[in-house]
């Protein structure tokens, strides 16, 4: 049965509920890269504070197969938003959009996924499961649950590939696609593929996960991984302690480690996917156009692997349009460019 969402914080000292785990215990990233290497964090710009948290007490409310806790902002009535975060980040990755989008009459919706923060699976029996449609799945449940019809939905790395995957397959729930580094659909069949070598290094932290060293190595050292990948993603921006620990909370999940490994094994074939999804991925699989309108961002100084602009332009077929922002904007755009990422919101539905 499906709950009615909840006013209920997220109360920081349930950390029993979470695994009992620090505040500085973290998880790993998306991305690490090559340029990173050369330019070390805080190479440019003023190391910028955590501000307040953006919003007030979580909601919770049951969806698909997760009692799922969220962020939500702005008029009930309002245009539905939904952005979603990816890995090794956490719902503050909008901590300054949302209100932003909130105050211009948005309804704005911010979900920690599957594996982070008080999100949790509503069955133990629930294949502890990372692969994309899996993650689609959740989305599209949200939604449900929720009584939302289709929204404006953004995203960034994980969340970036789920919301184009809602936006190639339910077209009808998506008004309008905001995604960094654009069209991040895959498949295990073209994970197969070899990459030149330097692209290879970039995905370094996945050859890691592949093994059972490195899936004990991350659930050891999630706090110095997630840092690491930060400042490898996002060399230039400055970001403080503050910020990062807040951040890090989300990753006490006690299912956060095997989501992530599932993630990456199950991308390079090395681990299975649930018969459930096996029709969704065929079709993923063949990479399908998105015909919602769209604007794809990305960062001058995105330190994880990313394709470039020109590979993926022929994947929108509707109204689209690319923007390339500059000043050191990292992996992270939205926190980092939170303003820019702001107004492709507001732009994308009506450009």
């Known amino acids: 049965m499906t709950a009615a969402p909840t006013d209920r914080p997220h109360d920081p000292q349930r950390r029993s509920l979470l695994g009992g785990a620090a505040l500085a215990l ?56 939904l952005l979603l975060h990816g890995w090794p980040y956490d719902i503050h990755t909008y901590a300054e959009v949302a209100p ?32 994309q449609a899996a993650l689609a799945a959740d989305a599209v449940a949200l939604l449900d649950a929720l009584g939302i019809e289709s929204a404006i939905v953004g995203g960034c790395d994980w969340g970036a590939r789920t919301a184009g995957i809602l936006a190639a397959l339910w077209p009808q729930r998506c008004r309008g696609l905001v995604s960094v580094s654009g069209y991040l659909i895959g498949s295990q069949q073209a994970n197969q593929a070899p990459l030149p070598p330097k692209a290879e290094l970039q995905w370094w932290y996945q050859f890691y996960f592949a093994t059972e060293r490195g899936e004990r190595g991350y659930a050891q050292n999630r706090s110095e991984f997630a840092r690491l990948i930060w400042e ?29 490994i599932h993630n990456y094994r199950w991308r390079l074939g090395l681990a299975q996917g649930e018969a459930k999804f096996d029709e969704l991925e065929a079709r993923l699989a063949k990479a399908p156009t998105i015909a919602v309108p769209t604007i794809t961002l990305e960062g001058d100084a995105n330190g994880a692997p990313h394709p470039p602009a020109a590979a993926y332009a022929r994947k929108f077929t509707g109204k689209y349009a690319h923007r390339e922002l500059q000043g050191g904007i990292g992996h992270n755009l939205p926190q980092e460019a939170p303003e820019a990422f702001a107004q492709a919101i507001v732009d994308v539905t009506s450009f």
Do not use: M
């Open 232 to 260: 490898l993603a996002s060399p230039q921006w400055r970001f403080d302690d503050a910020t990062f620990e807040r951040s890090a909370a989300a990753f006490d999940n006690p299912d956060h480690v095997a989501v992530v």
């Open 26 to 81: 973290l998880a790993g990233p998306l991305g690490a890269v090559g340029s990173a290497f050369a330019a070390p964090a805080g190479a440019a710009g003023p190391r910028r504070s955590a501000p307040p948290a953006a919003w007030g007490p979580l909601k919770q409310i049951d969806a698909g197969v997760l009692r799922v806790s969220y962020a939500e902002l702005g008029p009930r009535h309002g245009t539905p938003v």
């Open 100 to 131: 932003r989008l909130a105050a211009q009459g948005y309804r704005v919706v911010v979900p920690y996924l599957r594996g982070y923060g008080p999100t949790a699976f509503l069955s133990a029996d629930t294949p502890r499961n990372g692969q």
